[in-house]
């Protein structure tokens, strides 16, 4: 396909613009200055042959986006052209080109044309700028010449594909390996998983525990609400106690400062402002006092400094004269110095110009000024020089390359041996078919150890469970339990569990509340036997008795009045301790309830005890048919899934013996299919099928080697006849230069005065005498000059000066100018500084005699309104002290105001007479023993609630604690969500791999498949790029077995990628990139090249090669080359005459 024209009819800045490109032209230009729109055609043609973006169009500042339009004639390689229109949209956007209706095209209208290009592949492999020229050659260092790496990217304009895939091989490697790590994410979540599914099993709710801890919690809040009911009475009476002692204080402050200003009322008439204003004037009147002192006596200093004064005012007058003269002293001075230095290089450039004068053949310096030739017949004879010096460098340099390439010829012929050669490619495509089954053999080295070492493992993986496996076959045989009966008995045993804690707990709390009752009864003992109601009736009785005996006279008075004492006082102490009675009988009570609850809980222990004996049996007959004694159900399910584990790794160690088996077939038929191929490579040996193939391989590889030795040899041989050849040709192609420059070189001397038979190096001599003429003759010119101001300038200061000092100083006449003129200078800055001084001083006691009578006026008006204050003055009220004693009357009521504002903030809104009552009937005494006793209750009463706040701290610890079933809930979403990460992740991991792998099998299949063709029209390229520097590219093996990319100099040396300079490395991948163009155009309908400023790094004569190379593309391929230097402009008319198509955008 090629460009015939491009219309930019509504795009970027242009406006109905047309290029059109010249069929039959090799190469197009479109040379454009800066702003002239390049950047715009450029991206013309992409957004032409595949449509615009949908949004960001780039190229819509003067139009908008909906209307753009580009058209463009293009033509296949049959000759076919098509005309066409884009316009900006989303549908329908093709159209036929010419009027204004624009009819809508087919959407495959173009694929004729482009075939299966799309605009990143357009954009990648047909387009090229600097940048990606730089990128490409970058990017073949960083790969270290890797063919398969350097074809893919040059092929595709795709750089960093190497990078690429390590960083997906990386990648895949931080998410799973073989090994397990930490590190790599998938075994994090398989972590995650087991700590989930773990938490899941320990985290339930026992019911019995939960309702305990709510009644204990319900209980405590209980008793914190009653004990802040407490708290808050007591600290409402505290806080009235200390309120009351605090305003006490206050109301004799207030007190005070009344009494105080009592003192004060015979000031009643007068305001605080009158003592505020006497002090102030008695203060400013001191002070212009002092101002007034201290300025009549600068104001005298100054008359006499003025007095003092002497200054010379004739001499003032003429100040300019004088010091115009003085700064040309300095000038006067220079030309004195100068002049002996002037006039003596003056003698010694008139000395040079005469002997320049002989050395060229002329009497003198006139001879020189007159037969000086101009500056253009010097450049010719200079150009002339260098031209003849440059052919003879070029006619020596090809005589010795013409021996050297003989030579080589004759050596190379030497080298060449005899003997027959084998063809290494069919015996290589035999081997290569046998390289996969090679490849299981490589695995049977290995196979036995890994066999041998897998069943160790399982059998010591096996004993190592806990309970241990002793046969690990004989198991997968057996009956073993499900996840359903594994939980059906845990629940059954952890319930039963539960309700033994349960019962344990209800067993404990009754003996830590029988020991409490039993201590509380201790304690009541130790301050006396408690009397019952027994103790009563029995002193009664006996009371009774001695009555009645009383009666019959059978018993003495005194025992009888004794026992009725000793029953009234026992029923009196009965009656003083009727709440310790009470209490006592309570406990009674409490411990008989006790002992009937705790034989009821120990019954109910040994029930329970026998139901999780049950459980446990059961338990343990799901795992009989194992062979091993079960453990609690929590371990069995962890054992249960390593077993399964276990018998994985037992079918998969099944699986390796299987292999194993096949592997030892494939050998013998291997060795068979080896021998044939060892006997035609002369490697017949008796030898195992492993070793057998790596000695067949190793002698193709020598094959190999011999016939690309010999292919290389006859290469070389070619190569150096055809350098001869040229370096001949060239030599005859210099014979006629050589002759024009004979010519050229004689009219050259003849014009510059010189013989004909002068030589280079004479000639060369005479440029550089006359180069020296001209500097020599300016010199001279400038100092006759300089000399002759030098002289003018020092006649005539000495004449002014001589004048000016007869008039003001007639003492300095006779002496050195420019001395006296210097002293005048000096008298005149003294002068001048004396009448300035003079100035400053007479404007200075002018201002000061000003300022004091001011002074004068302001002391009058103070002492004047001092005056009138005192008058206004109460009778018998003297004016001294009273601002002192007004002073302290404001402190004081200030003190009362504060005192009075702290009084209202305190009190809470308390009258101040109500509490001035209750101050004064206050006991203090009393009061502070009341607050220190409700102060002792609180302590008490908060060391009791934080007790009630520990306890129920504990409650809702244990509460959290007991109560995870939130958190088993949890659990399970958090064992969910790990499986589905570990799903995910091992989805991106398969992703990651078969990426990589497509992306190294891509590569190797194209260095495979076109390596060659494509690598012997890029050296072609390489050698015109390089001007014959090098002349082609070979293959090498590398230390990794890689095929790795060099270049062959011109005498025959190899250079392998990372050796050739930045700039030979760009040109490297120049030539690749134009090598698969070629091979693209020779399989599909070509596509123009578009290339943009790729030659900025080159130099003129590599630039010119390059545009030669581009001209001379295979396959009708259509290069349109954008550039904005002028220069390569030049050069492309210069290299390619006729074949350039030169096109220039205008601002």
């Known amino acids: 396909m090629r460009f015939l024209s491009l219309d930019l009819l509504r795009y970027g800045h242009f406006s109905n613009h047309a290029i059109t490109f010249r069929p039959d032209a090799a190469v197009h230009i479109v040379y454009g200055p800066n702003e002239a729109g390049k950047s715009s055609a450029?991206?013309?043609?992409?957004?032409?042959?595949?449509?615009?973006?949908?949004?960001?169009v780039g190229y819509d500042f003067l139009h908008s986006a909906r209307d753009l339009r580009i058209g463009a004639e293009i033509r296949a390689r049959s000759g076919e052209t098509l005309a066409f229109r884009r316009r900006k949209g989303r549908k329908d956007t093709l159209l036929a080109a010419g009027g204004?209706?624009?009819?809508?095209?087919?959407?495959?209208?173009?694929?004729?044309?482009?075939?299966?290009?799309?605009?990143?592949?357009?954009?990648?492999?047909?387009?090229?700028?600097?940048?990606?020229?730089?990128?490409?050659?970058?990017?073949?260092?960083?790969?270290?010449?890797?063919?398969?790496?350097?074809?893919?990217?040059?092929?595709?304009?795709?750089?960093?594909?190497?990078?690429?895939?390590?960083?997906?091989?990386?990648?895949?490697?931080?998410?799973?390996?073989?090994?397990?790590?930490?590190?790599?994410?998938?075994?994090?979540?398989?972590?995650?998983?087991?700590?989930?599914?773990?938490?899941?099993r320990a985290l339930e709710l026992n019911a019995s525990d939960w309702k305990a801890l709510l009644r204990e919690e319900s209980e405590i809040e209980e008793e914190l609400a009653a004990l802040g009911e407490r708290q808050h009475a007591r600290r409402t009476r505290m806080a009235a106690l200390d309120r009351l002692q605090r305003l006490r204080g206050l109301i004799a402050e207030v007190d005070r400062h009344e009494r105080v200003l009592q003192g004060f009322v015979e000031l009643d008439a007068v305001s605080d402002q009158t003592g505020a204003r006497l002090e102030a004037l008695a203060a400013r009147a001191a002070r212009l006092q002092a101002d007034h002192d201290g300025k009549a006596e600068r104001l005298a200093a100054l008359r006499r400094d003025l007095e003092a004064l002497e200054i010379d005012d004739a001499l003032l007058e003429r100040r300019d004269e004088i010091r115009r003269l003085y700064a040309e002293s300095g000038l006067h001075a220079e030309a004195v110095e100068h002049l002996p230095g002037r006039e003596a290089e003056y003698q010694e450039t008139v000395s040079g110009l005469t002997r320049l004068a002989l050395d060229l053949g002329f009497q003198d310096i006139g001879g020189i000024e007159q037969n000086r030739p101009n500056h253009i017949l010097l450049s010719d004879l200079e150009d002339a020089i260098g031209e003849g010096a440059r052919l003879e460098r070029d006619v020596a340099a090809l005589e010795k390359g013409l021996a050297e390439g003989r030579r080589d010829v004759e050596r190379l012929e030497s080298e060449s041996g005899g003997g027959q050669l084998i063809d290494p490619a069919p015996l290589r495509r035999r081997f290569d078919a046998l390289r996969p089954d090679l490849a299981r053999l490589k695995e049977a080295e290995t196979l036995d150890a890994d066999?041998?070492?897998?069943?160790?493992?399982?059998?010591?993986?096996?004993?190592?469970?806990?309970?241990?496996?002793?046969?690990?076959?004989?198991?997968?045989?057996?009956?073993l339990p499900d996840d359903a009966a594994l939980d059906a008995a845990r629940e059954t045993i952890a319930a039963c569990e539960g309700e033994i804690a349960a019962v344990e707990q209800k067993i404990a709390d009754a003996a830590s509340e029988r020991a409490r009752i039993e201590a509380l009864m201790a304690e009541a003992a130790g301050e006396g036997p408690v009397l019952t109601r027994a103790d009563i009736s029995a002193a009664r009785e006996e009371r009774d008795r001695l009555f009645a005996a009383f009666r019959a006279h059978e018993g003495e008075p005194e025992t009888y009045i004794a026992s009725v004492e000793a029953a009234d006082d026992l029923a009196d102490r009965a009656l003083d301790t009727a709440e310790k009675l009470a209490r006592h009988g309570d406990h009674l009570r409490r411990l008989e309830a006790l002992a009937v609850e705790a034989e009821r809980h120990a019954e109910e222990r040994a029930r329970l005890f026998g139901q999780r004996a049950e459980a446990t049996a059961a338990h343990k007959a799901l795992f009989a048919s194992a062979g091993v004694e079960a453990r609690t159900p929590e371990a069995m399910r962890d054992w249960l899934r390593q077993v399964g584990l276990l018998l994985d790794r037992r079918e998969a160690l099944y699986a390796l013996i299987d292999r194993q088996k096949g592997v030892a077939r494939l050998r013998s038929e291997l060795h068979a299919s080896l021998v044939p191929l060892a006997g035609e490579t002369e490697a017949d040996m008796p030898a195992p099928a492993p070793a057998l193939a790596r000695y067949v391989e190793t002698r193709i590889e020598r094959l190999a080697e011999r016939w690309e030795d010999a292919r290389r040899q006859q290469a070389e041989i070619a190569a150096a006849r055809q350098t001869i050849?040229?370096?001949?040709?060239?030599?005859?192609?210099?014979?006629?230069?050589?002759?024009?420059?004979?010519?050229?070189?004689?009219?050259?001397?003849?014009?510059?005065?010189?013989?004909?038979?002068?030589?280079?190096?004479?000639?060369?001599?005479?440029?550089?005498?006359?180069?020296?003429?001209?500097?020599?003759?300016?010199?001279?010119?400038?100092?006759?000059?300089?000399?002759?101001?030098?002289?003018?300038?020092?006649?005539?200061?000495?004449?002014?000066?001589?004048?000016?000092?007869?008039?003001?100083?007639?003492?300095?006449?006779?002496?050195?100018?420019?001395?006296?003129?210097?002293?005048?200078?000096?008298?005149?800055?003294?002068?001048?500084?004396?009448?300035?001084?003079?100035?400053?001083?007479?404007?200075?006691?002018?201002?000061?005699?000003?300022?004091?009578?001011?002074?004068?006026?302001?002391?009058?008006?103070?002492?004047?309104?001092?005056?009138?204050i005192a008058a206004s003055l109460p009778p018998g009220l003297a004016p001294e002290g009273l601002p002192e004693r007004l002073s302290e009357r404001t402190a004081t009521r200030k003190a009362l105001a504060e005192a009075r504002r702290r009084f209202a903030e305190g009190s809470d809104g308390a009258d101040e007479a109500e509490t001035r009552k209750l101050a004064e009937g206050l006991d203090v005494i009393a009061c502070r023993q009341e607050r220190e006793a409700l102060a002792a209750e609180e302590a008490e009463d908060e060391t009791v609630r934080e007790d009630l706040l520990q306890r129920r701290a504990a409650t809702r610890h244990r509460k959290q604690e007991i109560g995870r079933g939130e958190s088993a809930e949890q659990a399970a979403f958090d064992r969910i969500s790990a499986e589905e990460e570990a799903r995910d992740l091992a989805r991106e991991w398969v992703v990651l791999k078969l990426a990589g792998n497509l992306l190294d099998a891509a590569m190797e299949r194209y260095r495979a498949g076109r390596a060659d063709p494509i690598l012997k029209k890029a050296g072609r390229h390489f050698s015109a790029l390089t001007m014959g520097?090098?002349?082609?590219?070979?293959?090498?093996?590398?230390?990794?077995?890689?095929?790795?990319?060099?270049?062959?100099?011109?005498?025959?040396?190899?250079?392998?990628?990372?050796?050739?300079?930045?700039?030979?490395?760009?040109?490297?991948?120049?030539?690749?990139?134009?090598?698969?163009?070629?091979?693209?155009?020779?399989?599909?309908?070509?596509?123009p090249l578009i290339v943009d400023d790729i030659f900025q790094t080159f130099d003129d004569a590599r630039s010119a090669a390059g545009l030669r190379s581009l001209s001379a593309l295979d396959g009708d391929i259509q290069t349109i080359l954008f550039t904005h230097e002028k220069s390569l402009v030049n050069i492309a008319r210069s290299a390619l005459g006729d074949k350039a198509d030169i096109v220039t955008l205008e601002r």
């Open 1029 to 1087: 520097g090098f002349d082609g590219l070979l293959q090498n093996y590398g230390a990794g077995d890689e095929l790795l990319l060099s270049a062959r100099r011109a005498d025959g040396g190899e250079v392998p990628v990372d050796g050739l300079s930045d700039g030979t490395r760009d040109q490297l991948w120049l030539a690749l990139r134009l090598a698969f163009i070629e091979d693209y155009a020779g399989r599909n309908e070509p596509a």
């Open 451 to 479: 066999i041998e070492g897998r069943q160790r493992a399982l059998l010591d993986d096996a004993a190592a469970l806990r309970p241990a496996v002793r046969d690990i076959h004989a198991l997968s045989r057996a009956d």
């Open 42 to 56: 450029l991206s013309a043609f992409s957004d032409l042959l595949f449509g615009f973006p949908d949004r960001d």
């Open 725 to 868: 050849a040229r370096r001949e040709q060239e030599l005859a192609r210099l014979e006629p230069v050589r002759a024009a420059f004979a010519e050229r070189y004689a009219r050259c001397l003849a014009a510059v005065g010189l013989a004909r038979e002068t030589g280079l190096q004479a000639a060369e001599a005479a440029l550089a005498l006359w180069a020296r003429v001209p500097p020599l003759l300016e010199k001279k010119e400038r100092l006759e000059r300089e000399i002759a101001a030098d002289r003018a300038r020092i006649e005539g200061f000495r004449e002014a000066a001589g004048r000016l000092a007869g008039a003001l100083a007639p003492d300095l006449v006779g002496g050195n100018a420019r001395e006296y003129v210097r002293i005048l200078s000096e008298r005149i800055d003294h002068n001048t500084s004396a009448a300035a001084r003079r100035r400053t001083l007479d404007e200075a006691a002018q201002a000061l005699a000003a300022e004091l009578q001011s002074l004068l006026a302001e002391l009058t008006a103070c002492r004047d309104e001092a005056a009138e």
């Open 100 to 200: 204004d209706s624009e009819a809508a095209l087919n959407d495959d209208a173009l694929s004729a044309y482009l075939g299966s290009l799309d605009r990143t592949v357009f954009e990648r492999a047909f387009g090229l700028d600097s940048e990606r020229l730089r990128a490409g050659a970058d990017e073949m260092l960083a790969d270290g010449g890797e063919i398969g790496q350097i074809l893919f990217s040059a092929a595709s304009g795709l750089t960093g594909l190497r990078s690429v895939a390590e960083a997906l091989a990386a990648d895949a490697d931080g998410i799973y390996g073989p090994r397990r790590s930490q590190n790599r994410s998938f075994y994090q979540a398989l972590d995650r998983h087991e700590a989930a599914r773990r938490a899941e």
